[in-house]
């Protein structure tokens, strides 16, 4: 298998929703073997999906060994789509590259009040990816205020390193 997936390629199937995690929210659907087979990686791939007709969410394909990947369905998600463990769920999605990184306003407007921008950008792709991910999660503006606070100390705390 090659080791990054193309970036751009589309995707479309059907799965039955998976409980992952008993006793917890957690659930997800398995990626079929051919679109595995065709991503071209065994690893975590970064994609913009939508599950039946719900808005896009950015998530990581994430692998669970065996050459299989899962991808997460937030109950975000399962709510605005009403469903539940056991129902069959359209999943379409895009390979996005991880290498390219689209800083919300607030964060980046945050980020130069503190003249954090360059300690930012500084912090490798996925890390990026990751800590915005984490912001856009938020379901709350308070909390969502809360992880821009914490990504500016992040990427701070790099530059007294």
């Known amino acids: 298998m090659k080791n990054s997936p193309a970036t751009g390629k589309k995707f479309d199937f059907e799965a039955v929703l998976e409980n992952w ?3 917890m929210d957690y659930c997800a659907v398995p990626v079929p073997a051919e679109i595995t087979q065709a991503l071209g990686t065994k690893g975590p791939v970064l994609i913009m999906a939508r599950v039946n007709e719900s808005a896009p969410f950015q998530v990581s394909l994430f692998p669970a060994g065996g ?3 899962y991808i997460r369905i937030k109950a975000k998600v399962r709510r605005e789509t009403n469903t539940k463990t056991g129902n069959r769920i359209r999943v379409r999605f895009t390979v996005l590259d991880r290498a390219e990184v689209t800083i919300p306003d607030d964060l980046l407007a945050t980020l130069r009040a503190e003249g954090a921008v ?3 950008k500084a912090l490798s792709p996925g890390k990026q990816n990751f800590i915005i991910r984490q912001i856009d999660s938020a379901a709350k503006p308070a909390t969502r205020d809360k992880r821009i606070r914490e990504s500016v100390i992040t990427a701070l705390s790099l530059i007294e390193k």
């Open 21 to 23: 995690a008993e006793g």
């Open 67 to 69: 050459g299989q990947h």
């Open 118 to 120: 360059e300690a930012f």
